[in-house]
């Protein structure tokens, strides 16, 4: 069946698993770490889907593996129609101008020795678009204005801005082959909190300006609530909810995602003492020893005897959500 041209991206039973080895001399691989254990999902033109969930769920090796930056274990990536879920490099250049990453440390993505017009130009000649000089300089200084800094910084180094300069400076970078797909991996939580609202926002001027496709890759709930229009939750490698942002935060349906939203800080003193508590006890099993069935159920306030030796599938549910929960068999 063709993709919809309504779908950027389709993700489908999406595994990265990494070997771990062991041995001096004769090296054997002795078990694998199930990053990425099964994760299904779409993405729609112009939309925001916010990925989240604790350290170590797997969020960013989704990301990484989306845009074939490390290798698929299996499953299946389509981006635009087009199966790339078997390119190989070289075939994924011409690719990559469309699907693009911003990442989460302003400044180790950035090269110290190059200046901001050869850091934000690089991709221009990596692809064969850069022009001559004048054409160069002037799509540089336009990307520049267009992620709020002045032409002028063109000739600074990374070292001489600010953090979140430096963030707007790696987001001109992925914008210069005009992608339709940005995949945004914690892209502001580096940041101070005074910076992370502008950062924040000038990704949705941009979108709406472009008509971007956004994966925002965060832990920060606060953040994925500004920006997304839809919201899948994590854990330990798999998704157990997609919602809308709305249905999401109104009625979290899995206790993963309730717990979570219940750990969000609320600034009035009298409704954060009267709300019910709802702490998660226990620590994350190891993604190379995952338990059976549910994977939450170790640390589940709601546990029954089905979710410690059954997987629950993704449900579909009212309103177009999902959840891969036993409490709604």
Do not use: W
């Not at 000739?155 to 995949?183: C, N, T, V």
């Amino acid at each position: 069946m063709p993709s919809s041209p309504e779908i950027v991206l389709e993700v489908r039973d999406l595994r990265v698993h990494f070997p771990v080895m062991a041995g001096a001399v004769m090296r054997k691989q002795v078990g694998s770490v199930k990053a990425v254990d099964g994760v299904s999902f779409d993405v729609r033109r112009g939309e925001t889907l916010g990925l989240v969930g604790e350290s170590g769920c797997g969020k960013s090796t989704t990301g990484l593996a989306v845009l074939k930056m490390i290798d698929i274990t299996s499953g299946q990536v389509v981006f635009e129609g087009q199966d790339i879920t078997g390119v190989d490099r070289a075939h994924m250049r011409p690719i990559r101008r469309r699907m693009q990453m911003v990442y989460q440390d302003p400044f180790g993505s950035l090269n110290p020795r190059m200046k901001v017009s050869q850091i934000v130009g690089e991709p221009l000649e990596v692809h064969g678009l850069a022009g001559n000089r004048a054409a160069y300089n002037e799509r540089v200084a336009s990307l520049l204005d267009m992620v709020g800094l002045l032409p002028d910084m063109a000739d600074r180094y990374p070292h001489e801005f600010s953090g979140g300069q430096r963030q707007r400076i790696g987001i001109a970078r992925a914008l210069a082959l005009e992608p339709s797909l940005i995949i945004c991996d914690e892209p502001v939580s580096a940041l101070d909190v005074s910076i992370q609202a502008q950062v924040v926002n000038l990704f949705q001027e941009i979108q709406e300006r472009m008509g971007l496709t956004y994966i925002f890759i965060a832990h920060d709930l606060a953040v994925v609530r500004h920006i997304s229009h839809r919201i899948a939750v994590m854990y330990l490698g798999r998704i157990v909810e997609i919602a809308s942002r709305a249905e999401l935060y109104k009625e979290p349906l899995h206790p993963y995602t309730q717990a979570l939203l219940a750990a969000i800080p609320i600034p009035d003193p009298d409704v954060e003492a009267s709300r019910p508590q709802q702490i998660i006890t226990g620590e994350v099993p190891s993604a190379m020893r995952p338990p059976p069935g549910c994977r939450f159920h170790t640390r589940c306030p709601r546990v029954m005897d089905v979710c410690k030796t059954e997987t629950p599938p993704m449900r579909e549910m009212p309103g177009g959500r999902a959840v891969a929960c036993h409490l709604y068999d």
